[in-house]
């Protein structure tokens, strides 16, 4: 319905018409929407165009009724047509201004007037935050007077600005270079505005448009869009996203520790190595005689993690991996003193300090504080949750998730 709205306006120079050639444009249904809304009755038209051939008739008023008279044969071609049908509408360029720039979120700047002869200001158009342009809207451009506006538009708008006009126009490879170094845009209204039955709104061709002026003219300005998984410290807090959902945490080493597993993804950690990576401490703490330092299981565990990084080490020279092969030669130097630590004579364990023990103790508890803290309602009780799900807190830590998440740390 819009588009032969638009080229039927494009070619009224005074953007009025007979009832018949509006309703003909629009339909039935949508005229006797519009008729109030959107147009201002007039006096009688002296003629008007057939709306099944276009030929141009004479309107005549005679005792019963008008007449559709055609001028050249002097034969009548219609009797007793309605008064509507024959009366004068002229589009309220105002009403049609204000739909135009609610259905495309322009922001209107109340009071302005048409400059005659040239384009309305519709308001603040803002391709993305931050950023305006100014609006305008022509109807109907000649193609003489459109060109002078154009100019008159880049000599005034030094930002840009963009144009609505009803249809997209031709103009010469010199004012199209001039619009594309000024920023500015024509767009014909075909392309972004739509009518659901109702009102005016904005079509998919709009956005199109959006972000092809962002691109074009403002890709100096864009800012990329924020990950959907992130774990993140920025000087005193971190930023958490999860899932597109994002909250801010006061620093905290059990962030820290989080951090570093999200960043071993399903790596076995070494507990005592957790606590020098991330603080620095040594990983072997001094001797006491709180009691027996790991129980027959623990060592066990030890013992079988040691040979499966050996297998890994392995596996990483037959590969060529240089990078690899360092971190698990580091990961076995620490296997290897902490189990010459806890081993006494004939392979017993002896009373010596409980120093991984209580380093497992320790991380645990600053993870569990921050998964606390991150739980609250005001916060990411999704991410909390998943974390306690994916994170393993044994003597060897890791980050085992059900599913892959691509975190940005």
Request: charged share 25%; hydrophobic share 40%.
């Amino acid at each position: 319905m819009l588009e032969s709205f638009w080229h039927f306006i494009w070619m009224r120079p005074g953007l009025a018409a007979s009832g018949a050639e509006w309703r003909a444009c629009f339909g039935d249904a949508a005229w006797d929407m519009l008729r109030q809304r959107l147009f201002t009755g007039q006096e009688i038209a002296r003629v008007c165009r057939r709306a099944n051939d276009q030929r141009l008739v004479r309107v005549v008023q005679t005792s019963s009724g008008y007449h559709l008279v055609c001028e050249t044969t002097g034969n009548i071609e219609a009797w007793d047509v309605p008064e509507e049908d024959v009366r004068n509408y002229r589009l309220d360029v105002t009403v049609l201004r204000d739909m135009i720039t609610e259905a495309l979120d322009i922001i209107a700047e109340p009071g302005l007037a048409r400059r005659t002869p040239g384009a309305w200001p519709l308001g603040d158009w803002r391709p993305r935050d931050a950023v305006t342009v100014p609006a305008f809207l022509m109807l109907p451009p000649t193609a003489k007077l459109l060109a002078a506006e154009i100019q008159r538009l880049l000599l005034e708008a030094e930002a840009g600005f963009v144009l609505f006009v009803p249809q997209q126009p031709r103009l010469d490879a010199q004012l199209r270079a001039s619009l594309e170094r000024r920023r500015a845009v024509i767009i014909a209204l075909p392309d972004v505005v739509m009518w659901d039955g109702t009102q005016l709104g904005a079509s998919l061709g709009w956005d199109t448009y959006r972000h092809a002026y962002c691109v074009r003219h403002l890709s100096d300005q864009l800012v990329p869009a924020p990950p959907a998984y992130e774990f993140r410290k920025t000087g005193d807090y971190w930023t958490v996203r999860f899932n597109g959902q994002f909250t801010t945490i006061k620093d905290a080493v059990g962030l820290t520790y989080i951090a570093h597993l999200l960043a071993s993804r399903r790596r076995k950690v070494f507990a005592p190595e957790l606590l020098q990576a991330v603080t620095g401490e040594s990983a072997v703490a001094q001797v006491s005689s709180a009691g027996a330092l790991t129980d027959q299981q623990t060592l066990a565990d030890l013992k079988q993690s040691y040979l499966d990084t050996q297998r890994e080490l392995e596996k990483a020279a037959r590969n060529h991996d240089v990078a690899a092969q360092e971190r698990l030669r580091h990961e076995l130097d620490g296997l290897s003193d902490y189990l010459k630590k806890v081993k006494g004579l004939g392979g017993r364990t002896r009373e010596a300090s409980d120093d991984a023990d209580k380093i497992r103790r320790a991380i645990t508890q600053a993870i569990g504080r921050t998964l606390d803290s991150l739980g609250a309602d005001d916060k990411l009780p999704a991410a909390a949750q998943h974390l306690r799900n994916a994170i393993k807190t044994g003597l060897f830590m890791s980050y085992e998730p059900e599913e892959e998440w691509p975190w940005a740390l």
